[in-house]
């Protein structure tokens, strides 16, 4: 009988060999002690047996030399089978130092390196940043994806769209599959990791979500990936499109409609202002947006429901562009704070704040508690305007919404009106 037919299969074993593994792994032999408190009692007296010793000495210790083991092992009939091997094939694996794993990885790493330079030449510039890392990891998971959705990514970069093109569509396009690309699968999560780096530019910190960065940098390419449910709530404001006003921006401004502008149709504009003067005013609540109209028909006026879409980002670029300059007002808690931080710092010199101060925040009669984990966004805020205002949230501790201040932020509009 081989040393492995005998230890195999055997618990008592499994569990010494395991811990010999870490043992060898730190120190490069055996070496120190080994536990016995996860051993059962049957499995102390197999020991013992195995020991030569009374089964009583192993019950009253805790701890026993590996050297004893060893021992043990050199007067059995196997010692002419060296005894690491045999754990190896016990536990199905090999016995590596620390240094010997990291050289292994290294080796490892520098071999797909390699490949990516060599089967990938147009994603080979990743390996030049650490932007390759991403890429190993999914290979290591599963290498036959990963290199199959290397190999669809690699013609997607060679092929980028010159005009504007769904990402439905692209997919389709270069795999024959319309979802390949899509940006909760691995694909498409690898695929945006590498138009990143190809554009080389830093996410936006807190002045744009995730999400719409991920639009955002689509779209750098000619990719869209929704361009209809994505749009900016708007009112009183006029586009041109080839140097003339486009007529249904020009009939709703006429007719006082109201209207979801879908950044499809926001691409294809500019010279986004309002029908009289240059002052916009932004709001973060429809409610709100709607209480305004009632009693400003002709305000212009966007709503950001609550969130900032891409649509959103691109109308307000176009209409700073256009020499707009941007009021904006949000709810007095630390998301609308952030929200009034990211487009303070988006539009540097563009935008005033509307009631975004300590008496609008008092008179809206803050009473919604704040969780310790909601009033740590505050430390977020960097627009000097907004500070004094997020330090008084964060003594209170309430959050105000702007419903309670609808009456006192259009009486600013009317006093600005006037001047």
Not at 74 to 103: D, K, N
Not at 239 to 256: C, F, I, L, Q, Y
Not at 287 to 309: E, I, K
Request: charged content about 25%; some cysteine; glycine content about 6%.
């Amino acid at each position: 009988m081989k040393a492995e037919d005998y230890f195999n299969g055997k618990s008592l074993y499994i569990k010494l060999f395991r811990q010999a593994r870490q043992t060898y792994r730190r120190y490069g032999r055996l070496t120190g002690t080994f536990r016995l408190d996860e051993l059962l009692d049957t499995e102390k007296q197999q020991l013992a047996a195995f020991l030569s010793v009374p089964a009583f000495r192993i019950g009253e210790k805790k701890r026993i030399r590996w050297s004893r083991f060893e021992e043990a092992y050199a007067a059995s009939r196997f010692a002419s089978e060296p005894l690491v091997e045999v754990m190896e094939h016990v536990l199905g694996v090999s016995f590596r130092t620390r240094s010997e794993i990291q050289a292994q990885q290294a080796s490892n790493e520098d071999r797909f390196r390699q490949r990516i330079k060599s089967d990938f030449p147009v994603l080979s510039f990743l390996c030049d940043m650490d932007a390759w890392k991403p890429l190993y990891e999914w290979y290591t998971e599963n290498k036959k994806e990963a290199l199959d959705g290397l190999h669809a990514i690699q013609k997607a970069m060679t092929r980028l769209p010159e005009k504007l093109t769904r990402l439905p569509y692209f997919s389709h396009r270069i795999t024959g599959n319309p979802h390949t690309f899509d940006l909760n699968g691995r694909v498409g999560k690898i695929f945006l990791h590498v138009l990143h780096v190809t554009r080389k530019r830093e996410h936006p910190n807190g002045a744009m979500s995730r999400t719409e960065y991920y639009h955002d940098l689509l779209l750098a390419f000619n990719l869209v990936r929704d361009d209809i449910m994505n749009f900016a709530s708007v009112n009183g404001l006029l586009a041109e499109s080839g140097g003339k006003v486009h007529p249904m921006w020009r009939a709703a401004a006429e007719t006082h409609v109201s209207w979801n502008v879908p950044l499809r149709h926001l691409l294809d504009v500019e010279n986004i202002y309002p029908v009289h003067g240059k002052e916009v005013y932004l709001v973060e609540n429809s409610g709100v947006f709607s209480t305004f109209l009632d009693a400003c028909p002709n305000l212009p006026l966007v709503c950001t429901n609550g969130q900032f879409r891409l649509a959103t980002w691109l109308l307000l670029e176009k209409m700073t562009a256009s020499g707009c300059t941007l009021h904006y007002s949000g709810d007095y808690d630390p998301e609308g704070l952030q929200m009034a931080d990211q487009v303070l710092r988006r539009f540097d010199g563009c935008v005033r704040l509307w009631g975004m101060d300590l008496d609008h925040y008092l008179a809206s009669h803050p009473a919604v508690p704040l969780s310790r984990q909601r009033l740590l966004k505050l430390n977020t805020i960097q627009s000097d305007g907004l500070r004094p205002l997020a330090a008084q949230l964060q003594s209170i501790k309430r959050a105000g919404y702007q419903e309670a201040v609808s009456g006192m932020l259009l009486e600013k509009v009317k006093e600005e009106a006037a001047k």
